[in-house]
């Protein structure tokens, strides 16, 4: 076990989602949903974060895995939801406050935005994928959603 590892004040304890984004929902939907057979569950639309999003789940109780299906509601604006497809992938986290200051003293970079109400109702907060001279540490290009895990689901899986 390794210094950091043993002084961790969070744990992972599982992936909460996985994001995928295209240029036509209805397509995604097609595949997901039609094909797949997963559950929509809700819908997100956000100006700010440039998003269409339908929240569709697979499994069930603590298991649950969201799979949201994402397109841009503007297609020349940013965030870019589309691209690349595999948007972000989310992790429950048992105390989401706690990760983020003891990641940020790690020298983990961090998303603008800060902890904040996600789609779903739940806290989150990104990783940003691109590392930094003053934080070396980052996704390797991978956007990392940070999700705090509710009362169920740390019992469930903690």
Not at 26 to 55: K, Q
Not at 64 to 79: C, F, G, R, S
Request: proline share 6%; no cysteine; aromatic share 6%.
């Amino acid at each position: 076990m390794t210094d950091a590892a043993s002084v961790r004040p969070f744990r992972v304890l599982g992936i909460q989602q996985v994001a995928i984004g295209g240029t036509d929902k209805g397509a995604l939907r097609r595949l997901w949903v039609d094909m797949l057979g997963l559950t929509h569950t809700g819908t997100f639309v956000s100006e700010r974060e440039n998003v269409d999003e339908d929240i569709l789940a697979v499994g069930r109780g603590a298991h649950t895995v969201e799979v949201d299906i994402m397109q841009p509601l503007d297609i020349e604006k940013k965030p870019a939801v589309h691209a690349t497809p595999l948007n972000h992938i989310g992790l429950w986290i048992d105390d989401l406050p706690r990760a983020v200051e003891w990641l940020t003293s790690q020298g983990v970079r961090f998303a603008p935005g800060g902890i904040r109400r996600g789609a779903a109702g739940h806290d989150i907060t990104f990783l940003h994928p691109k590392a930094s001279e003053e934080f070396p540490i980052a996704g390797e290009g991978v956007l990392v959603e940070l999700v705090q895990a509710p009362p169920e689901v740390i019992a469930a899986l903690g």
